[in-house]
């Protein structure tokens, strides 16, 4: 049945690639709210798809955000139930002007197909999709399986948490296969077995009442953009270490033995600094820079505005500064307890010269997983059939904060298993997915799903 | 003549208050490029009201960015040659929401017209030329009058100098008188007598080739917004002094008799502080607030952008960032000089991480004037006989680059005779002209005018 159902895939690769293209073409962007029609739309799709494959039960559920969608198909006695975690929301194109082509008109060229959600995590979820339809065209699935996709991983799913505390009987499940996730290359597979958690802020500086003139003012009123400037500035020491207070108390420190598994990975320096294209690289002193982006917590500025942004000169003394800051956090960091870092942090630096506020906009855990499960093995298999090599073993500088949650709340593991590539730009402009890979992640599914 | 031209503006209040309003309905914002054709309308509006006059030259000259408007009448033989200068240029308006009424529609609340340009500087010129009409409607004017109306100013008059060079014969005057000045209050007159100089630059900082995304590189690439904010709050020591290498080499110290004639300016303190509206001033430790503002250079960023700043998170290590960096400059700083303590300063503190570029943007000279020529005292008689107190002398913290080319390529000096407010919100939402204080400005010009 396996190989009939990986001769069916072969055959539609066409007939899957047009619907990959209906799928990546609705901008399901969930953190701009003018998108929100396209969140209905693209859940539609989604659930019509899911009973074209046979779900005895496939719809859309409210979250309070937008909607999640829940399918089931339970007729494989006997056998295990994987819930399919993905998420159908994607990131804003934003910088719109560095496509080479339209972010929601995809376009191949080369190997590639090039859309946004492309990557993350649509072309995915539609991976599993379609070896869900090559192992049902040959007989009933030899596996139960369950599948959830949200809509708002892309905004740190605000709403998830509690829609699997309300759902716990509905997604019960023996282990969850979380299709959000990378490998290392198109010849390298890997299994991320931790993921980073996530603490997004929202950092405003308010100075003058309203916006001055730079030379009326400019010299005896602080400028909020200087301010928040220097609290950014002190937010880092020399050293790379982050200067919040307390930040490091819960972080698990790394033993001896992970450091050198960690070393043996093929994820060098050089590797790391050709896909980001910056000159140097950079980062916390006694660490390796794989340590840095999978075990040892960070902390970015994702975003600064303030005064005058637009072309030429303005001479404005602006009334206040904003920036998003986001922290990546590693066991046993605790999101709640990093926004009062945050706040500590202001009030001990912030001068009286300005009023400042910190808004969370979204959060999650990180989570470290078991490397030895049955469906770690099962996974690890599919992956070395299909790709000729077994995966390596890595953690993740990436949030997935879902699998925090359904270890929490439904004490399920998560088998992250997802065949995005480190040079997919997701998140950025040009965002791809590498039609060979794809096509191999949907062979690993159905090995994957039929070994069970 | 006087008292029938006084009379005159009295009884013609609404009819100029009406021209007002159409003159401050077209949007000359001169920093945007989409507000081209609306320079044109300006100076074309600009032209006709002086002809109307009876100037018998009155036109639009090429300037290489927008038009300058100049005019003259020379039949007062024997008398001297005032050169009006004023700018018709104005801010743009952004932040547009704060805004109680739209910025093109002139608005009367209380004693108050809302507009941009209402005082910044179209309000200014208006009341000039209203003094103008009411002196020429009782006879020949009594001075010989030139004017010239720059398109530019709101962006540092990158074409003036060239312009005042080629035209030195025309513009050949006594002195000038700016229109482009405050007073300190309804009831407090003030003649500027110094103003700073200014050099404005965009600083960009840029990291990795694209945007990444910040879980997969967080930690080990250096993120430009962070770099940017390090080298601003760099640029200032913790006493308030600007820290870029060799930048108070050239300031010309104040000498004791002018800080004690400054010490007795009614400005004090807790007025800068709530025209503000800041918690609480800063500055340049060792210096009044009145020296900060006048007498001492300052650094002030005008804007900075980078990264995701929309509604909601993304998880961005963006690929730049860019401030808006100007500094205000007083006598002997030469811009050119501080343009490159810039680059020294970025040159040091730059990291390898990043790659930098400083585009120049605007600057021109600070400039102190003799405050006894026949001018300057014709100027505090009329201001006397109007306000009923005689002005101050006082140093502005803005800059007027106009003035020190005056000085420098027609040796002429300025008369800064003008009736912006403090708080007339220039460059900021909400910019007004205070009505009482307008009606005075008029009388005041068709004073001085005709005492020359």
Redesign the interface.
Known sequence: MIEQAVAYARAHREAFLEQFREFVAIPSV????EHKPDMARTAEWLTAQLRALGMTRAEALPTGGPPAVYAEWLGAQGKPTVLVYGHYDV??V??ID?WASPPFEPTVRGENVYARGASDDKGQILAVLKAVEALVEQGPLPVNLKCIFEGEE???SPHLGAFIEKHRELLACDFVMNCDASILGPDAPAITYAL?G?A?FEVEVR?????????????????P??V???L?????HADGRIALPGFYDSVRPLADEERAALAKLNQDDEQ?LE??????????QGYT?TE??GA????????????????????????R????V?M?LVPDQEPEAVHEQLCAYLRANA?????WAVRE??HGPGAVMDRTSPWMEAAVAALREVFGAGPVFRR????VPVVGMMQQLLGADSVMLGFAL?DD??????EKQHLPTWFRGIETYIRFLASL
């Not at 969930?30 to 709210?33: A, K, V, W």
């Not at 950014?232 to 880092?236: E, K, L, N, S, V």
């Not at 896909?275 to 140097?280: F, I, L, N, V, Y």
């Not at 001068?351 to 009023?355: C, F, I, K, Q, S």
């Open positions: 969930s953190t701009l709210s990131q804003p934003d910088p560095e892309e905004v740190g980073r996530l997004y100075g003058p009442a309203k916006d001055l003139h730079s030379g009326g003012f400019g010299g005896a009123i602080h400028n953009i200087q928040l400037c220097e950014i500035a002190g937010m880092h790391v896909m980001s294209g910056a000159p140097a690289l950079w980062g916390e820079v840095r982006l040892r917590p960070s902390l970015c500025i994702n975003g600064i505005l303030g005064g005058f942004t637009g072309e030429g000169s303005k001479t404005v003394l602006p009334a500064a904003m920036a998003k986001s990546r001068p009286n010269t300005v009023t906009l979204a993740e500088g990436g949030s480190p730009g997701i998140h950025g402009p040009n």
